[in-house]
C-alpha cells in the first residue's frame, strides 16, 4: 500500500515537470518580503524609534505575513490546485492512471501531498526570506539600539507553523473542487470569489468564524498566538477539521465519479458520510462557539514586572473610593495576592508601586495575571486569566467613533422632528448593543454574562443621556412639538435602574443619577435645594451611601478653604451610615486640610546639580509654581513644553518656576536633566519620598503653587496645558486688572 | 479446458434506465488469441472496452479475468494488463520518453525497457520530443508503446490503428501478431475495420445494438459467410443478366452496367467467366466479392 503511493508520488514529480507549480510558490513566497524591505529601505525611519520589547526580526517577519496569508498564499492554492488536476483532465491522464496497478487512494492523495509540500515550501521560503532582508536592511540602514537583535526562531517557526496548518482547509477544498469539475474555469473562479469575499469582510472586519479563508487570515494576523497558552487558535483546529472532511468529500466523489454514487447509492457509505458529516459538524460547532472562561476556585491577582526600576509594591484600590482594598509585596519581580473576601464584579484600579496604574474587570473567582512592562517612561500592561475579553474592551461605551445625532443635536438641526431622532438615537444604541457581543477574542473567548449585562445597562445610560440632552435641547427650540414615545424608546427608558448601587462607581451612571435627581426635583431646586441635600433625602441604602459619599467626597475636593470644606463634612458626613465611609471622608478632609491655601507650605531641603542646596523660604516675596515629575512619567513629558512655554511668558513677574524631580535614582534625574530646560530652576528633594507625603504627591505630574507669604496658595494647580492656568495665574498675579 | 482469458457472463449495461446499451453478452477470449472485436459505430465497442478495464462500473453479470472476479484483482490486474481506450491518453507537455517513464515508474519497471519499447513501435530517437510535436500516427504508436511496458499477458486495444497511414497500419499489424506468435501474448482487439480483422485475428465477435452476433474462430466465420459473390462490369447490365440468368439463378442488377452473381465457392468462378463469354456478355470486370464484408453488413443492418 505505502509502495503503491510511492510510485504514484514519483509519478507525480515526472508529470508536474515544467509546469510552474513549484515556481509560482518561488515567487510568490518572495514577494512580499521583498516589497516591505523596499518600502522600508525608501522610507528608512521605520526602526529609528526606541522600541520596548520588541524584537526586530520577528518585527520584520510579521508585517508583511498578512500579505502573504490575506492573498498571496491563497491566490497560489487556486492556481496550483487547478494546475496538477488540469494536467489529468486535459490529457485523459485520469483514465490513463486507473489503468495502472496503482488505487485511486494513492492517485487523489499523492497530488494532494505534493500541493502540501508546496504549500510548505512556499510558508518555509517566506520565512526564511523575511529574516534574510531583515538582515539585508539591519545592514544597511539603521536600526535603534533599543530592539532585541536575536533570531527569534522558535517564535518564527511557531508561527509558520500555524500559518501552514491554516491554509489547508482552502487547499482541500480547492484541490476536491478542481478534481471534481473538469472545465478549468470554475474551480478558479470559484477560488477567487472566495478570495476576494474574505478581502471584502476583512476590510470591513467582519469575523466569520466558520468561514474556511478566515482561517488562514486570523492565523497571519496572530503570529504570536492566542491567550490562553493552546498550541493552535481555534481557526486553526477548524482548518484541521475541514481539511478532513474536504478530503473524505473530494476523494469519494472522485472514486465514485459523482455526488449521489459516493454519497447515497449504497447504504453503508450513505451511513459513513452521515457520520463523518456529524463528527465534524460537531466539532466545527464546538469551536466556533465562543466560550466563556471558567471560573476559578479562588479569586487571585497575580503577575510579574520586567522593569528597569525597583517595585515594592502593588495596589489594588476600590474606584469609587479609592481605598485600597490590597498592598501586594514583590518579590524577585513577581507578585501573588489572594482575595479572602467576596469581590464585586466591576473594574479596580491597580497601580504597579507608584508608577503606572491600570483598572482591571474583576470579580469573586477570577484569576488575574498581569505582566507589567516598564522601560524609561514606556509603560504596558498586559493582562490574562479568566476575564480576558472584559479586559481587553475595558470600560465599555460602545463605540467612540461619530455620532451623527451626536453632532446634529449639537448644531440644533431639525430639533422638531422628534420621530427621526427617536428612531436614530435608538438605531445608534442597538448598533452598540450589537458590537458589545460580537467582541470576541482570536481565542473565541466571549465576556461573561455579568460584564455584558454591566456594558449593556452603562450604553443604555449613554444613549438616555444623548435622548435627554436632545429633550433639553427641543424644550428651547421646539416646545410646541409634542413627544410620543415609541414602543423601542421606552424600552430603552426602562432597561436603566436608578437604585443600582454597583453601576456608582462608574462616572456616567453617577452623572446620570445626579441629573435625574435633579429633574425630579425640580421644584425643589428652584428653591434653593442642592445637590447634596437632595442626596441626602434619598432612601437609606447601599445606594444612598455611595452616592453620598462620592459626592461629598467630590465636594470637598472642590473647595479651597477649610472652613467651606469642614462646613460640608459636618452637615453632611453623619448622613452616611456606612463607618467606613466616614472615616474615609474624614481622612481626605484633614490631609486636603492640611494642604488649604493660607497653610504655611511645610519647608523642605532640595538641591540643584551642583548640589546647591535650597529651601522654601529662599523664594519667600514671590509666588512659586512648582512642578513635581519623574523620568518614568509620560504625562509629566508631555506637559513639560506648556510649562516652558508659561514660564517664558511670565518670566518678567513676581514668581519663580521649579522642577522638583521625584526619580528614585538620582542618576535618572541627571541623564534626564541634560535635554531640560536651564531657565526653570531644576531641584530635587533631598528626601523624595518624604516630601511626597508632607504634599500629598500620590500621583504626577503635581503643580503645587506656594504664595510670596510662604503659605500654600493651591496644592493641585491646573496643569499649564489648560487655557484655564493663564486665567488664574493672571489673577492672582494681579494682571488682568491691566487694560 | 484452459480457461479463457476474458470471460463475460450476462453482461448488461445501460446509462439510463430506459437506453441499455449492452443486453446480455456472452463473451469468451481464449488465451494466446487475438480476438477481433467487430462492430459498427455506436454498437457498443467502447463501451465493453471501458468496461473491462473498469473505467465503467455498475453493470449487471459477470466479468472475469485470469478466471477471478475483476473488480478483485482492480488494480493490481494492470501489471498484468496494457489498455489502451478511445484516444491515446499522453501527457503532451512531456516527451515521449517521460511519458513512457511515468508507466515505468507506476509499475516498478526497470527504465531500460523504455529504449527497447520504443524501437519495437519505430519511435526511435524520437523519445525527447514533446508528446504535444507528435503527429497522430506518432501519438497512437507512442500510446501502443505504453501499453506494451511491463510484459503484459493481455492486451486490450480500442482502435489502435486509428489514425495511422497504410505502412503505419501493417506495421503495427505485424508486431502484434509478432509478440502474439513469440510471447503468447494475448491481444483483445476492438475494430470497425473488418479487413484489418480478417488480415490479423484468430478469433471474432461481432456486436450490433448492442447484442453478441457471432462469436468463434475466422475458420467457423469464413464458413459462415462461405458463399461466393461475383460482380461483373458490363453495358446493359440488365440485358446481359438475362443471357445468363437460366443457369445463375442467384444472380441480381447493381446497376446500369453492373451485375451480381452468387456461387457456392470460388471454384465455380472460371466456369462462370467461360459460360459468360459463350452467351456473348461482354466482360469488362470479374470482381470477387468480399464474403465476409457482406456478410457482416447483412448481419448488422
Redesign the interface.
Known sequence: MLHNFKTALQTERIKIKRSGIFTLGFILALIMPLLYFTIQIIQGDMYNDRIVDTNFYFHFYKNPLAGLTGFFLPLLIIITASKIAQIDHKNKGWQLMEMQPISKLSIYFSKFLILCFNVFLTVLLYTVASLFFAWLYHTFSDVHESYDMSLPLSEIGYASIRVFVASLAILAFQYALSVIISGFIWSLVIGFAMLLAQLFLSSFQIDLRWYPHNFLFVSGMNPTGGLLGSFFLPAEWLSMVYTVFFLFVGYNWYRFKGFYSAFAKAVPRAITSLLILAVCSGLAYYLIMPKTLEAFDKTVVKGTISSDKNFKNIYVRDIMTQDTMAVIAVKNNKFRHEFKEELAPQFYNIQFDKYNAIDIFMGANDSIQLKETLYGKDASVSVLGTRISENKQQIFYGTTGFSYVGYQIENNSSLEKVAYYMKEIYSEYEEDLSELKNSISVDHIKAREDFLNRSKKLIAVKYINKWNNYLKKKAIYNPEVPVVLTPDMNVLLSSVSYTDDALLSDRLYFDFIKNHLADSNKEAIDQGKTNLELIADLEEGTFKNKMLFTEIRSQLNDQVKIAQRDSIFNAFAAVVTNDSYRDILDYQRKSLNKLSRGVEAVDFLSMDKDGKQYTLADFKGKYVLIDSWASWCGPCKAQEPYYVKKMIKYRKENIVFVSMNMDEKESNWLEDLTEMNTEIVQLRPLNVDAYGALYNIDSIPRYILIAPDGTIDDAAFTPPVNNAFDDLLDAKLGLNTRP | MIEPIIELKNLSFSYSKNQPILKNINLNVPQGSIYGFLGPNGAGKSTTMQLL???LQ?HDGDIKMFGKSLKEQT?????K?G?L???P??????TGY?NL???T????IDQKRIPEVLKLVGLEGKGDLKAKKYSLGMKQRLAIAMTLLGDPELLLLDEPVNGLDPSGITEVRELLVKLNKELGLTIFISSHLLSEIEKMCTHVGIIHHGELKFEGTMGQLAQRSSKHQITIHTVNAAQQLLLIQEKYKHSKVINENQFQVTLNSKEETPQLAQYAIEKGVPLYQIKAEDGLENWFLSLTK
Open positions: 478495464t473498469d473505467i455498475d488494480p493490481q490486474i494492470f501489471t494488463i489498455a481506450v478511445e484516444s491518453a499522453l501527457y503532451l507537455h512531456l517521460e517513464k511515468c508507466i515508474t507506476l509499475k516498478s
